[in-house]
Structures are given as C-alpha cells and as structure tokens.
C-alpha cells in the first residue's frame, strides 16, 4: 500500500532543483524538463525556497493541495504531466520509487522548512 502522503524536501544545487531521499537511495536527483519551472511558480512566495522547501505529494487530493498534476503520456521510462493542460514536465523513473505505476493525477503543495 502506498503511503496517503509523501514528502521531499527539493533544494537548487548548481542551478537545478533536486532532492535526497536516502530512504530510496536518492542523493541531489534532479528535476528536468519543465519540471523546474513548475517548482519555480510553486514556489514563488515561499521565502528562500531555494535553500530548500517542504513538497507534499499524494495521488489522492488532500486539503489545501495547490496544484494537480494529470499524465499526459510515457516516454523513455518516465512520464509527462501537465498542470491544467498548459505547462508540461517529465518526471523520470524515480517516480517508482514512490508509486508502483505512474498516478493518473498527482497533487502537490509546498511549504517552508
């Protein structure tokens, strides 16, 4: 069973945003491909997000979620979403470390530390 809510705590390094999660043997993995400029306006009023921030992420809406994610399609082992058709962003296969398949909908909120 998946956990209800999952939390990373993404910071920039070198220009990108990434994230360590040693509890799935992750260390500085990147966001690419659209992904970043969907964190930059998630981010957007939290106060030195940069140094790194709070990001819930769930399948399931929970209260106060500020964006949803919906999939678009797969490719090379990852998936593209899109935040209300508009903006897209391939997420790579770390998705799996956290979902057994790829969600039809992701929900995410970000707070500070």
Known sequence: MDNALMVIFPYQYEGTWV??????????EPFV??????????????????KGFKLIFSKKAFPGHKRKLSWVREECEGNWYTIDGEEEGWLCPALFKYFDKAPLNIFVKAESK
């Open 33 to 50: 491909f659209g992904v970043p400029e969907m964190i930059d306006d998630l981010v957007s009023n939290i106060p030195e997000a940069p």
């Open 19 to 28: 994230f360590d999660d040693p509890d799935v043997d992750l260390v500085k």
